[in-house]
């Protein structure tokens, strides 16, 4: 087998290789496309068996289908956890390469798991429809300006279409009358396309059991849950509640020294969009279900809104995770989940049995 170690750019690659049958060693920049691309298909040509082993990054999904085509396995690791494990404090590509490639003939390859290419391009869709999202709520904002500046105020209204019959009456000045009609078009062609995204959305969801299982929560919808499901991939890759919130950013930086404990702002290590889709949920869960809002406003007596926003939102990410480890519903999540404290429960726990 022959074993790489690629150093990965956008527009190179630092390979260091070892032949684990002849102990052949050797280094080698790529150049992309053509020259990788030529260097991996005469592997494949000689019949070798390759494993790569590469950091994590934004790029390189041309890569990723040349060698998934060429058959040959793909490593990819942790670049926070390669990088840890340095112990050299110069830094060359070639020395990034020999790293790699030591990590991996070592056993100690820090490897993560990758989504399957259905699940990224689900997450295509969903980021498209966000951003989609965005620019049309940018574009209303505008429009929201120009009414104002003609001391229009009826914020909601103003889309009806009394509200937007008066912002078209307006007599502005050219320029300004362009810019209104320009922002209505925007407006009029993304909301159509918005839709169809959500429709989308929905009909993935119909065909995804653990989505629709989630949608059963209170303030989670298709968006929310089909969210979760693409981004944690595989329920079975965390032990407990608190991996979760650590891989969704949802806890706080800690600077702890012996008595000294120091907690900060939260990592926002994770997925950005799982992360403000869970926000929003949370907030419509706390409107909607009692025990939320009791528990709610519990807290912002004593640490404030911004803060209890993210507290349910990490909640609220713990007991989607359960529901979908459990296989429960709702329902069977209030009926056998935690109930500590409650006589007659010294485990905490109820029986599923009754």
């Not at 062609?189 to 009909?203: F, K, S, V, Y």
Request: glycine residues 8%; hydrophobic residues 40%.
């Amino acid at each position: 087998m022959i074993i790489i170690g690629c150093d990965y750019h956008p527009g190179f690659q630092q390979i260091a290789f070892v032949d684990t049958e002849t102990g052949d060693y050797g280094e080698q920049r790529l150049e992309h496309s053509e020259g990788a691309e030529k260097f991996y298909r005469d592997l494949a040509a000689q019949g070798e068996k390759v494993r790569v082993g590469m950091e994590a990054s934004g790029h390189a999904r041309w890569f990723e289908r040349l060698l998934a085509k060429l058959t040959f396995e793909l490593w990819i690791g942790d670049a926070s956890e390669i990088r840890a494990r340095r112990v050299r404090k110069q830094k060359t590509d070639r020395q990034d390469a020999q790293h790699i490639l030591q990590l991996l003939m070592e056993n100690r390859f820090p490897k993560i798991w990758v989504p399957s290419g259905e699940n990224r391009d689900l997450r295509q869709l969903r980021w498209h429809r966000h951003r989609m999202v965005q620019a049309r709520t940018r574009i209303m904002n505008h429009l929201q300006a120009v009414a104002l500046n003609e001391g229009l105020r009826c914020k909601k209204r103003l889309w009806r279409d009394a509200g937007r019959e008066q912002l078209e009456s307006f007599r502005l000045s050219p320029w300004a009358s362009r810019r209104r009609r320009d922002l209505l078009e925007l407006l009029d062609r993304l909301t159509p396309t918005i839709a169809e995204l959500t429709a989308t959305i929905e009909q993935e969801v119909e065909q995804c059991p653990d989505a629709q299982r989630l949608q059963t929560h209170p303030g989670v919808g298709a968006l929310t849950a089909l969210a979760f499901v693409l981004i944690i991939g595989r329920a079975d890759r965390f032990q407990c509640g608190k991996q979760i919130a650590s891989y969704l950013g949802l806890v706080p930086l800690e600077d702890s020294s012996g008595p000294r404990r120091r907690l900060g702002h939260i990592t926002k290590q994770g997925n950005s969009l799982l992360r403000f889709l869970l926000v929003e949920a949370a907030q419509v869960t706390v409107r909607s279900d009692q025990e939320w809002r009791s528990k709610y406003f519990h807290l912002a007596m004593r640490r404030g809104r911004k803060i209890v926003k993210v507290a349910m939102a990490r909640r609220l990410a713990v007991r989607l995770y359960w529901m979908w480890r459990k296989g429960w519903n709702y329902g069977q999540l209030k009926k056998f989940g935690s109930h500590a404290g409650e006589p007659g429960n010294r485990d905490g726990v109820k029986s599923n049995t009754e």
